[in-house]
């Protein structure tokens, strides 16, 4: 299986309390924590229950003393508060986690969002090795392509996109989650700092201690990793060394739709190296760039209903979507 060092599964089948203090408050009069689900930099997730109906949601504590001084927001609505908690409740997209309200205390926001599907994230959804199609990686990468562009056009870096922060449900619709790393962008504005994880790093940050960077090349280098990951089902990098030199045999056989956009996601590489990447950031390309021409080809269109379909590539599909959608159900009996 692969490796995922920011990965903590050390508390994830725990059933008791979380940690003293961070339920105290008007959230614990209101919730029921069920089931620990795993921690970050800035606290850890539970899935918890509403008290008046038994909802099930999903409620990250995050502990105030680890947010740095770079990451606290003056909010207009909710007054001071963490970065990711000031971006999550004023964006609106099908395809980002949707917080539903916030609470704190002395020590901790408790920020309860909406459940998505089984709470499986794409590293877990890779790794049960499904019948992952190039039509239907397709259709999970557009929708995440969407979402950069959307937040693009708020002038938000995510800055940790990852495999470990994509939600799936049982009809491949995903959600980006974690906006722990996120930033806003402005004007002639740099990043001093490398947020995210290793694997996902791209070799100019890796390249010196203190990098400066706008933030989208950076983006678009992670999109080309997670798009690797997603149609090989392994990561195109194993360490360091690897990211710097940038270079991966290309031994692997796609359709000429992938290739082409792998080709557009490299642009100007006029050596066969690792897919999607190019380490001169200037010439990577734009989310806006891969957007349009993604839906000017409509490689794959996958409707929530699971019937015959025809993608509008024209790869007849019969009935191979009914199958992906038993596969993965199968996946979650035993998840």
């Known amino acids: 299986p692969r490796l995922s ?9 725990t059933l008791i309390r979380p940690q003293s203090q961070a339920c105290d408050g008007q ?16 606290g ?14 999903v409620v990250k504590f995050i502990s105030k003393a680890r947010i ?13 508060v963490s970065q990711e908690i000031a971006i999550l409740t004023r964006v609106q997209h099908h395809n980002i986690v949707k917080v539903l309200e916030v609470f704190e205390n002395g020590r901790y926001f408790q920020m309860v969002m909406e459940k998505h599907g089984d709470v499986l994230d794409l590293f877990e959804f890779i790794d049960l090795q499904p019948r992952l199609d190039e039509p239907l990686g397709s259709y999970i990468f557009r929708q995440l392509v969407a979402t950069v562009f959307y937040l693009r056009s708020k002038n938000i870096l995510h800055r940790d996109i990852k495999d470990e922060n994509i939600i ?20 002639g504005k740099l990043f001093h700092t490398f947020c995210g994880t290793l694997e996902y790093c791209s070799p100019e940050c ?22 690797y ?12 060394g690897e990211i710097l030199e940038a270079r991966r045999p ?65 790869v007849k599909k019969g009935n191979s979507l009914v199958q992906h959608n038993k596969d993965f159900q199968s996946f979650l009996i035993h998840y």
């Not at 009069?29 to 800035?42: H, L, N, T």
């Not at 009809?171 to 402005?186: E, P, Q, Y």
């Open 206 to 227: 890796d390249h010196v201690v203190l990098c400066r960077y706008e933030g989208p090349e950076l983006e678009m280098w992670s999109l080309g990793v997670l798009l």
């Open 250 to 314: 290309w031994d692997r056989t796609c359709s000429h739709v992938t290739a082409r956009r792998l080709c557009l996601m490299r642009r100007k590489m006029r050596r066969r190296c690792c897919p999607g990447l190019l380490w001169n950031r200037s010439s990577r390309s734009t989310s806006a760039k891969i957007k349009a021409w993604i839906y000017e080809e409509k490689p794959a269109d996958i409707p929530p209903t699971f019937g015959p379909q025809k993608c509008h590539c024209g």
């Open 44 to 57: 850890f997730v539970w899935r918890a229950v509403r008290r008046c109906d038994g909802q099930e949601v």
């Open 168 to 187: 799936i449900d049982k009809s491949f619709h995903i959600r980006l989650i974690d906006f722990g790393s996120a930033a806003m962008m402005a004007p």
């Open 229 to 240: 990951t997603l149609l090989f089902g392994e990561n195109p990098f194993c360490d360091v």
């Open 27 to 42: 959230f614990e009069e209101e919730y029921q924590p069920v089931k620990s689900v795993g921690r970050g930099a800035f």
């Open 5 to 13: 060092p920011g990965r903590s599964f050390s508390d994830t089948t």
């Open 68 to 80: 740095v001084s770079d990451c606290w927001v003056d909010d207009p609505m909710l007054g001071r």
